[in-house]
């Protein structure tokens, strides 16, 4: 079976930095993938990671670790928007994707 | 580009009525996929498309559901016949699947039905 787990909530203050983890057990392995996705609205991309490391890309990084299952999305000097519900996905296999159950984040002033 | 076009964005009907999701990708794209959002089960792949062919339909419920892509910048995910458990938010999504890094996926704005 497919397994994707992230925390259900997280609040962080306006400014601040905070850290989504994901950790992930599947049949296959073909890249990470962290949306975000506003309340009402379609998911959005945000980022991709297939290699380890670190990827960058402004106020957002992600992270991946292929030998632990194990992914994070950190975001940098929160701002109010950015609350958000913030899913990882795993690409299976093909164009199959499995995703985690999102990560609500609430940004407070 | 328009982007994603779902239709409709808000459907109410009855149990036991045939309902027809409608999506138009974004040109260019290979790709087409269908998914599903609840709150109990959050998104789940339905179906996906490459080149107009149906590649993996694992997700797919039940037989009251079905999908065709007659043509590249068209596709329509029936259910028949429609029960309150269908009720959620459905999504299309296109990818360009060029081979490219990361092939991500461009989502359609949903679709909220509702079965009474």
């Known amino acids: 079976g497919q397994n994707i787990d992230q925390p259900t909530e997280m609040t962080a203050t306006e400014g601040a930095i905070v850290q989504i983890n994901c950790t992930y057990q599947t049949s296959g392995f073909n890249g990470l993938f962290w949306y975000q996705q506003h309340a009402g609205e379609a998911p959005t991309f945000l980022s991709y990671n297939v290699l380890d490391g670190l990827e960058e890309k402004g106020r957002f990084s992600s992270f991946l670790s292929r030998s632990k299952g194990y992914s994070y999305l950190l975001l940098k000097e929160l701002q109010m928007k950015d609350s958000a519900s913030y899913l990882c996905a795993v690409r299976v296999y093909g164009q199959n994707f499995v995703f985690g159950p999102g990560t609500r984040l609430s940004v407070l002033p | 580009d328009a982007g994603v076009i779902q239709s409709p964005r808000h459907e109410v009907t009855e149990m036991g009525q045939e309902v027809t999701l409608r999506c138009k990708p974004i040109?260019?794209?290979?790709?087409l996929f269908w998914y599903r959002q609840t709150m109990m089960r959050g998104l789940e792949l339905l179906i996906y498309?490459?080149?107009?062919?149906?590649?993996?339909d694992s997700g797919m419920p039940e037989d009251r559901f079905s999908a065709k892509m007659p043509n590249a910048s068209f596709s329509t995910l029936k259910i028949q016949p429609s029960e309150p458990r269908d009720s959620a938010v459905y999504f299309c999504?296109?990818?360009?699947?060029?081979?490219?890094?990361?092939?991500?996926?461009?989502f359609g704005p949903g679709t909220r039905l509702t079965v009474l």
């Open positions: 999504a296109s990818s360009p699947l060029s081979g490219g890094r990361t092939d991500t996926q461009y």
């Open positions: 498309f490459n080149n107009n062919v149906p590649i993996d």
């Open positions: 040109s260019g794209h290979n790709s």
